[in-house]
């Protein structure tokens, strides 16, 4: 199964016009904004993203993005690294 993963842009990349780096419970990953870029790349900072394999694919508001992640944990869909963030941010 297939599954993407809720993140938020937090800065642009410095080279590659078209990634940016997520944050996904505090990890930070290289995504593929491209599909979710309608302009200025600057107003996606902030923003809540679906990704997949490296690609934001639609943006989400952060109540949707928020209960997505929950939801995912609680199913035990989230990759093993995602999973130990969101069980450390569930603790603090």
Avoid at 46 to 53: D, F, K, P, R, S
Wanted: proline residues 1%; glycine residues 8%.
């Amino acid at each position: 199964m297939c599954i993407g993963i809720p993140g938020q842009i937090v800065a642009l990349h410095e080279t590659r016009i078209d990634h940016a780096w997520a944050e996904v419970c505090g990890l930070r990953r290289e995504v593929n904004i491209a599909l979710v870029c309608e302009g200025d790349r600057e107003a996606l900072i902030g923003c809540w993203v679906l990704i997949h394999v490296g690609f934001a694919l639609s943006r989400l508001d952060q109540q949707e993005a928020l209960e997505t992640l929950a939801a995912l944990q609680a199913m035990g869909e989230v990759e093993a690294d995602v999973a130990l963030f969101l069980t450390a941010g569930a603790k603090s």
